[in-house]
C-alpha cells in the first residue's frame, strides 16, 4: 500500500506560530507520516508539500498512490485547479482520501462534497473529548471514547457537509460547543474519510490515538486491488449478456 501525506508547508516555512519547530521538528506532514509507519509497518509512506513541483501531486505520483491525506489551512487558494481536478479524477476512480483538519475547506473536499464545508471556530485552546459513536466500524475499532485532546483549536456546528454515509467521532468542547470531527463519505469508486483534530498550535498528531484513527483511516480508504477507473457512461447492447 502507497500512501501519500501531503501538507502545505506553509506554517513550518513561516515559523508560525513560532514554536512549530519544537513540536514539529519535520513538519506536520513529517508526524503524520511518522505514526503511519509505525503502525502500518507494510505501508510505504511519503510526503509533500505545497512548494513540490505539481505540489507532489503530479500525474505518475497519483497513479501509484493508495491513499492521501491532506492538511491545509492557510494556502487552500495556492492549490491549483489543474492538480485539483486531476486528485479529484483519482479519488473518483477509487483513491482513497483523508482530509484533515483546515481541509474542510480546501479546495479537493469542497469539490467532491458539493458544499460551502463552513462551520464555527474559536482558538483559545481549550479541551477536545472526541466521543467514538460507532466503534463497530474499521476505522474506529479499538479507539477509546473519548480521546482527551488537552489544548486544541474548536470547531463547532453548523458544518456545512451533505449527510455523511457515517459518523464515527463527535467532539465535545470546553466552551459547550459539538462538532461532528470524524465523518466518511464515498465519492464514485473513492472513500473519503473528514477527521478534524489537528490544529498547526498544538501537537495533536503526536497523540498515540489520534494516530491511530489515522491508520485505521488509511486501511479503510485504501482501495481493493484492481483498475482505477472513474465511473463513466455506458451504452451496452440489449443483447450484451447472452
Known amino acids: 500500500m502507497k500512501v501519500l501525506v501531503w501538507n502545505e508547508g506553509v506554517h513550518e516555512r513561516n515559523q508560525n506560530p513560532p514554536d512549530i519547530g519544537e513540536y514539529y521538528p519535520d513538519g506536520i506532514h513529517g508526524a503524520i507520516a511518522a505514526g503511519l509507519r509505525r503502525l502500518l509497518p507494510d505501508a510505504e509512506v511519503s510526503t509533500a508539500t505545497l512548494a513540490d513541483p505539481e505540489h507532489g501531486l503530479s500525474e505518475e505520483i497519483l497513479a501509484s498512490t493508495d491513499?492521501?491525506?491532506?492538511?491545509?489551512?492557510?494556502?487552500?487558494?495556492?492549490?491549483?485547479?489543474?492538480?485539483?481536478?486531476?486528485?479529484?479524477?483519482?479519488?473518483l476512480g477509487g483513491m482513497g482520501l483523508l482530509a484533515?483538519?483546515?481541509?474542510?475547506?480546501?479546495?479537493?473536499?469542497?469539490?467532491?462534497?458539493?458544499?460551502?464545508?463552513?462551520?464555527?471556530?474559536r482558538n483559545e485552546g481549550e479541551q477536545e473529548l472526541v466521543w467514538n459513536v460507532k466503534p463497530s466500524h474499521p476505522i474506529a475499532q479499538g479507539i477509546p471514547s473519548p480521546i482527551v485532546i488537552p489544548k486544541q483549536e474548536m470547531y463547532g456546528e453548523l458544518f456545512d457537509i451533505p449527510d455523511p454515509d457515517d459518523l464515527l467521532f463527535i467532539s465535545s468542547f470546553a466552551g459547550g460547543e459539538v462538532?461532528?470531527?470524524?465523518?466518511?463519505?464515498?465519492?464514485?469508486?473513492?472513500?473519503?474519510?473528514?477527521?478534524?483534530?489537528?490544529?498547526?498550535?498544538?501537537?495533536?498528531?503526536?497523540?498515540?490515538?489520534?494516530?491511530q484513527v489515522l491508520a485505521n483511516g488509511v486501511r479503510w480508504a485504501a482501495p481493493a486491488p484492481g483498475e482505477r477507473q472513474v465511473p463513466g457512461v455506458t451504452n451496452p447492447p440489449r443483447q450484451w449478456l447472452l
Open 179 to 211: 462538532f461532528r470531527s470524524g465523518v466518511t463519505f464515498t465519492r464514485g469508486r473513492g472513500r473519503i474519510f473528514y477527521f478534524s483534530p489537528g490544529d498547526q498550535e498544538y501537537p495533536v498528531y503526536q497523540q498515540s490515538e489520534i494516530q
Open 100 to 121: 484533515l483538519h483546515s481541509a474542510h475547506f480546501s479546495k479537493i473536499f469542497r469539490n467532491l462534497l458539493g458544499t460551502t464545508c463552513s462551520l464555527a471556530w
Open 67 to 91: 491513499v492521501v491525506l491532506w492538511w491545509g489551512h492557510v494556502a487552500h487558494d495556492q492549490v491549483d485547479d489543474a492538480v485539483v481536478e486531476r486528485v479529484k479524477a483519482h479519488v
